[in-house]
């Protein structure tokens, strides 16, 4: 069973960039599927970003051409690069893989706060 840790976040300006990680305590060399969510205030959790075992990636369009998401097998870490940051991206980030989600298990999350 995969745990996972998110870090990376904090508090920046609009237009800057942050990159969070996720660090997982077992392999996800055979995770199908790893995604970044976020649940910002008064709101539901969405899929913010997926990436595949083959490298396939695909994003919310709320982020398209911004965000990067990416994951180093040997690590066991996912990664999700933020660039051009808006307000509106200001939410607590969680990692989870496709298991974890369908039992609706979470980490900490990790908070990105984005000033105007």
């Known amino acids: 069973q995969v745990h996972v840790v998110e870090s990376g976040g904090g508090l920046v300006q609009a237009g800057g960039s942050l990159r969070l990680s996720c660090v997982a305590s077992?392999?996800?060399?055979?995770?199908?599927?790893m995604g970044w969510y976020r649940q910002a205030p008064g709101k539901q959790r969405e899929l913010v970003a997926g990436?595949?075992?083959?490298?396939?990636?695909n994003y919310a369009n709320s982020v398209e051409g911004r965000f990067t998401i990416s994951r180093d097998n040997a690590a066991n870490t996912l990664y999700l690069q933020m660039n051009s940051l808006k307000p509106e991206d200001t939410a607590v980030y969680y990692c989870?893989?496709?298991?974890?989600?369908?039992?609706?298990?979470w980490g900490q999350g990790t908070q990105v706060t984005v000033s105007s």
């Open positions: 989870n893989d496709l298991a974890r989600y369908a039992l609706g298990s």
């Open positions: 077992g392999s996800i060399f055979s995770d199908n599927f």
């Open positions: 990436i595949t075992s083959s490298g396939r990636t």
